[in-house]
Protein backbone atom coordinates (compact mmCIF):
# COMPACT_ATOMS: atom_id res chain seq x y z
CA UNK A 1 0.00 0.00 0.00
CA UNK A 2 1.36 3.48 -0.88
CA UNK A 3 1.47 6.12 1.85
CA UNK A 4 0.66 9.43 0.35
CA UNK A 5 1.56 12.43 2.25
CA UNK A 6 -0.47 15.15 3.14
CA UNK A 7 0.86 17.87 4.76
CA UNK A 8 1.84 21.03 2.53
CA UNK A 9 5.46 20.94 3.80
CA UNK A 10 7.81 18.14 3.45
CA UNK A 11 11.31 17.64 4.56
CA UNK A 12 13.22 15.63 1.80
CA UNK A 13 15.97 13.51 2.87
CA UNK A 14 18.80 13.49 0.02
CA UNK A 15 17.43 10.03 -0.64
CA UNK A 16 14.24 11.78 -1.77
CA UNK A 17 15.92 14.74 -3.62
CA UNK A 18 18.34 12.09 -5.76
CA UNK A 19 14.34 10.08 -6.46
CA UNK A 20 12.90 13.12 -7.46
CA UNK A 21 16.11 13.57 -9.91
CA UNK A 22 15.60 9.73 -10.84
CA UNK A 23 11.96 10.43 -11.65
CA UNK A 24 12.63 13.57 -13.68
CA UNK A 25 15.68 12.04 -15.67
CA UNK A 26 13.06 9.10 -16.91
CA UNK A 27 10.69 11.97 -18.84
CA UNK A 28 11.46 11.88 -22.43
CA UNK A 29 8.17 14.51 -23.73
CA UNK A 30 9.51 17.38 -22.12
CA UNK A 31 12.18 19.54 -23.30
CA UNK A 32 15.34 18.83 -21.85
CA UNK A 33 16.01 22.51 -20.52
CA UNK A 34 12.68 22.44 -18.71
CA UNK A 35 13.51 19.42 -16.53
CA UNK A 36 16.94 20.56 -16.08
CA UNK A 37 16.23 23.93 -15.00
CA UNK A 38 12.93 22.29 -13.09
CA UNK A 39 14.91 20.37 -10.08
CA UNK A 40 15.51 22.98 -7.53
CA UNK A 41 11.95 24.51 -7.98
CA UNK A 42 10.27 20.37 -7.49
CA UNK A 43 12.33 20.56 -4.56
CA UNK A 44 11.67 23.95 -2.75
CA UNK A 45 8.26 23.68 -3.95
CA UNK A 46 7.89 20.39 -2.24
CA UNK A 47 9.80 21.73 1.20
CA UNK A 48 7.71 24.84 1.05
CA UNK A 49 4.82 24.61 -0.82
CA UNK A 50 1.35 24.40 -0.85
CA UNK A 51 -1.24 22.87 0.98
CA UNK A 52 -2.70 20.82 -2.61
CA UNK A 53 1.26 19.63 -3.49
CA UNK A 54 1.08 15.38 -3.37
CA UNK A 55 3.65 13.05 -2.53
CA UNK A 56 2.85 9.46 -3.20
CA UNK A 57 5.32 6.87 -1.12
CA UNK A 58 5.57 3.19 -2.17
CA UNK A 59 6.03 0.22 0.13
CA UNK A 60 9.66 0.79 0.76
CA UNK A 61 9.18 4.59 1.90
CA UNK A 62 10.56 5.81 -1.34
CA UNK A 63 8.60 8.31 -3.74
CA UNK A 64 7.00 7.01 -6.33
CA UNK A 65 5.24 10.17 -7.30
CA UNK A 66 5.07 13.76 -7.10
CA UNK A 67 2.36 16.46 -7.71
CA UNK A 68 3.11 20.04 -7.29
CA UNK A 69 0.68 23.06 -7.29
CA UNK A 70 0.82 26.96 -7.61
CA UNK A 71 -2.18 29.06 -6.54
CA UNK A 72 -3.25 31.45 -9.33
CA UNK A 73 -5.94 33.00 -7.29
CA UNK A 74 -8.36 31.76 -5.04
CA UNK A 75 -10.13 30.16 -7.61
CA UNK A 76 -7.59 28.90 -9.50
CA UNK A 77 -4.59 25.73 -8.70
CA UNK A 78 -2.24 25.27 -11.17
CA UNK A 79 -0.44 21.73 -11.24
CA UNK A 80 3.19 22.63 -11.88
CA UNK A 81 4.84 19.61 -11.58
CA UNK A 82 3.28 15.99 -12.15
CA UNK A 83 5.07 12.79 -12.10
CA UNK A 84 5.27 9.09 -11.14
CA UNK A 85 7.26 6.07 -12.48
CA UNK A 86 6.26 3.36 -14.18
CA UNK A 87 4.77 1.25 -11.16
CA UNK A 88 2.42 4.32 -10.08
CA UNK A 89 1.10 4.87 -13.20
CA UNK A 90 -2.49 2.94 -12.35
CA UNK A 91 -2.54 4.73 -9.40
CA UNK A 92 -1.91 8.51 -10.88
CA UNK A 93 -5.44 8.54 -11.97
CA UNK A 94 -6.88 7.44 -8.59
CA UNK A 95 -4.84 10.70 -6.72
CA UNK A 96 -6.26 12.93 -9.61
CA UNK A 97 -9.93 11.97 -8.69
CA UNK A 98 -8.47 12.55 -5.34
CA UNK A 99 -6.99 16.07 -6.12
CA UNK A 100 -10.02 16.84 -7.59
CA UNK A 101 -12.36 16.41 -4.81
CA UNK A 102 -10.06 18.04 -2.65
CA UNK A 103 -9.72 21.15 -5.01
CA UNK A 104 -13.27 21.25 -5.24
CA UNK A 105 -13.60 21.38 -0.94
CA UNK A 106 -11.09 24.04 -0.73
CA UNK A 107 -13.16 25.80 -3.47
CA UNK A 108 -11.49 25.94 -6.43
CA UNK A 109 -13.22 26.46 -9.74
CA UNK A 110 -10.44 25.96 -12.32
CA UNK A 111 -7.37 23.54 -12.38
CA UNK A 112 -4.88 24.34 -15.05
CA UNK A 113 -2.14 21.87 -15.88
CA UNK A 114 -0.01 22.51 -19.09
CA UNK A 115 0.59 18.82 -19.56
CA UNK A 116 3.71 17.38 -22.33
CA UNK A 117 2.64 13.85 -21.82
CA UNK A 118 -0.44 12.95 -24.67
CA UNK A 119 -1.24 9.43 -22.55
CA UNK A 120 -1.96 11.53 -19.72
CA UNK A 121 -3.78 14.90 -21.59
CA UNK A 122 -6.04 12.32 -22.92
CA UNK A 123 -6.65 10.76 -19.69
CA UNK A 124 -7.47 14.02 -18.04
CA UNK A 125 -9.84 15.24 -21.03
CA UNK A 126 -11.76 11.88 -21.73
CA UNK A 127 -12.00 10.87 -17.96
CA UNK A 128 -11.67 14.39 -15.94
CA UNK A 129 -13.76 16.94 -18.08
CA UNK A 130 -10.31 18.89 -18.90
CA UNK A 131 -10.37 21.51 -21.84
CA UNK A 132 -7.49 21.36 -24.10
CA UNK A 133 -6.71 25.19 -24.69
CA UNK A 134 -3.52 25.03 -26.28
Request: no cysteine.
Amino acid sequence: MENIQKRAKHTLSDGDKERIQGLNAGIDTVPAYIVQGSFDNIVHEIEQGHKMNRLVRDKDGNISAYLVTEERSSEEIYIKYLRSDSSTIRSIAHEITKFIKKAKKEHYKKISFDGFNDRLNDLLVTKYGFQNTG
